[in-house]
């Protein structure tokens, strides 16, 4: 029997950015899968919700089954397996982290948070996704990866609130409760993604029962930039169909 999987999105995708990876897991026997619309976004737009919220709103959506999550989706599935440990059997987290450590930085970022906040409000959602985009962190994907017409179909009052309610700014860190993971836990990186694969080797050290993968030939967004390595590397990773 094919293991159900739980795919939860980054900010300002929708669940139809995980359509290609879906179909690449689906041809290596993975066939049970589900992809959520988490608050802000896509059909989930006028939902708002923090990080504890929003795991809420994944795991009634999801279901008992492994969590794959990418970035802020990555976030949102780490809060529901501290949440939801009897629903989060095991955990995928792509370029993901547990929080912001210090009080300083973490107060920044809210103010940054904000600042984009206000940036989407005042000049929509197609001129803030080309700015978004436009981030050296996206530097990796081009013009069909970057999935720009599915962006798009969110909203400017649920991506103000996303970001307000389950930014990085928003969230406190939950380093010190890694240890409480029992489930196996995967992580990947991209490898010109530093930032993020030093907070990978973090969280694999924290982390009881975990795999850290890097993925060659990718930034950020390791599953729209090498779909292939990375359906590959779940594949190999979850239990045999």
């Known amino acids: 029997m094919s293991p159900h999987v739980v795919f939860a999105h980054g900010f300002t995708q929708t669940s139809r950015s995980w359509d290609q990876l879906r179909q690449l897991l689906a041809d290596h026997g993975v066939t049970d899968s589900v992809a959520v619309?988490?608050?802000?976004?896509?059909?989930?737009?006028?939902?708002?919700?923090?990080?504890?919220?929003?795991?809420d709103h994944l795991v009634d959506a999801g279901g008992v089954g492994t969590y794959v999550g990418y970035s802020m989706g990555g976030r949102v599935a780490l809060h529901a397996a501290l949440a939801h440990p009897d629903a989060v059997e095991r955990l995928v987290l792509i370029g993901a982290t547990a929080g912001i450590d210090d009080?300083?930085?973490?107060?920044?970022?809210?103010?940054?948070?904000?600042?984009?906040?206000?940036?989407?409000e005042s000049i929509g959602v197609e001129d803030f996704v080309?700015?978004?985009?436009?981030?050296?962190?996206?530097?990796?994907?081009?013009?069909?990866?970057?999935?720009?017409?599915?962006r798009h179909r969110n909203t400017v009052d649920g991506l103000a609130a996303s970001l307000r309610r389950a930014g990085a700014g928003a969230q406190e860190p939950v380093?010190?409760?890694?240890?409480?993971?029992?489930?196996?836990?995967?992580?990947?990186?991209?490898?010109?993604?530093?930032?993020?694969?030093a907070i990978g080797g973090r969280l694999a050290?924290?982390?009881?029962?975990?795999?850290?993968?890097?993925?060659?030939?990718a930034g950020h967004s390791v599953h729209l930039e090498q779909p292939e390595t990375t359906a590959q590397a779940l594949a190999d990773w979850l239990p045999a169909a």
């Open 37 to 55: 619309d988490l608050p802000g976004h896509g059909s989930a737009a006028a939902v708002a919700h923090d990080l504890w919220g929003s795991a």
């Open 103 to 120: 009080p300083d930085e973490r107060a920044a970022r809210v103010d940054s948070d904000e600042l984009l906040a206000h940036r989407i």
């Open 130 to 150: 080309s700015e978004w985009l436009a981030s050296p962190m996206f530097a990796g994907l081009d013009e069909p990866r970057a999935q720009r017409a599915d």
């Open 175 to 197: 380093w010190h409760r890694l240890g409480e993971l029992a489930m196996p836990v995967l992580i990947l990186v991209g490898e010109f993604d530093s930032k993020f694969r």
């Open 205 to 217: 050290d924290a982390i009881p029962d975990v795999q850290l993968r890097v993925i060659a030939g």
